[in-house]
C-alpha cells in the first residue's frame, strides 16, 4: 500500500514486490520534483567528491610520472633496509590509490542509480537509506541494519571456514 511517497509493505506480498513499488513511488515522486532539493544535493555531494578523489588520483599519478617510482627514490642507492622500506612505501602507496579509485567507480555507480531514480534505497530491503548514512558514506547500498546483518553472516561464514581449516589439522593421524 501507498501513503504519500512513502510505500508500506502489506501482509502476504513478497519483499521485493514492496521494493519495486517504492521504488517507482521514489522515481514518480523524483519526476514530479518533490525532492528535487535534496536530488540536487546528493549529486552535488557526490560530484564534488568525485572530482576530489580525482583530482588526488591525478596528482599522484602524476607525481609517480614525474619521479618515475612510487616512494621517490628511482635514482637513489639504497641499503636492504631502506630498499625495503621503499617497496613498503610503494605498496601502501599504491594500495591507497586502487582504493580511491575503486570509491571512484562506487560514487560513479552512485550517480546512476541517482539519475535512475533508485539511490538512497536499500539493495536487500528497498526501503530508504537514512540520509544520515548517505553523507558519510554517498555510495553506500544499504541500511544500516541490512549492512549490519550482511557483515554478521560473512563473519559467521569465514568463522566457520576457519573452524574447517583447522579441524583439518587433527583429522591426519
Known amino acids: 500500500m501507498t501513503r504519500g511517497n512513502l510505500s508500506v509493505a502489506t501482509p502476504g506480498k513478497a519483499g521485493t514486490e514492496g521494493a519495486a513499488v517504492m521504488k517507482d ?8 520534483g518533490a525532492p528535487r ?17 580525482q583530482a588526488e588520483v591525478q596528482g599522484k599519478m602524476r607525481g609517480v610520472r614525474e ?6 627514490k628511482l635514482n637513489e642507492v639504497l641499503d636492504a633496509v631502506e ?8 605498496e601502501l602507496e599504491f ?32 526501503e530508504e537509506i537514512a540520509e544520515k548514512r548517505l553523507r558519510a558514506l554517498p555510495f553506500a547500498v544499504r541500511c544500516k ?5 550482511r557483515e554478521n553472516a560473512e563473519r559467521r561464514e569465514r568463522q566457520m571456514a ?7 589439522l587433527f583429522l591426519d593421524v
Do not use: P
Open 25 to 32: 513511488n521514489h522515481k514518480t515522486a523524483a519526476a514530479a
Open 145 to 149: 541494519d541490512c549492512e549490519e546483518a
Open 95 to 126: 594500495s591507497l590509490v586502487q582504493m580511491k579509485s575503486e570509491t571512484l567507480n562506487k560514487i560513479n555507480d552512485a550517480l546512476v542509480r541517482l539519475e535512475q531514480g533508485t539511490y538512497g534505497n536499500c539493495f536487500e530491503c528497498g
Open 67 to 72: 619521479e618515475g617510482t612510487w616512494g621517490g
Open 162 to 168: 576457519a573452524r574447517r581449516g583447522t579441524s583439518g
Open 83 to 90: 630498499s625495503a622500506e621503499a617497496d613498503i612505501q610503494e
Open 37 to 53: 532539493s535534496r536530488y540536487a544535493e546528493l549529486k552535488q555531494m557526490l560530484e564534488e567528491r568525485r572530482r576530489e578523489i
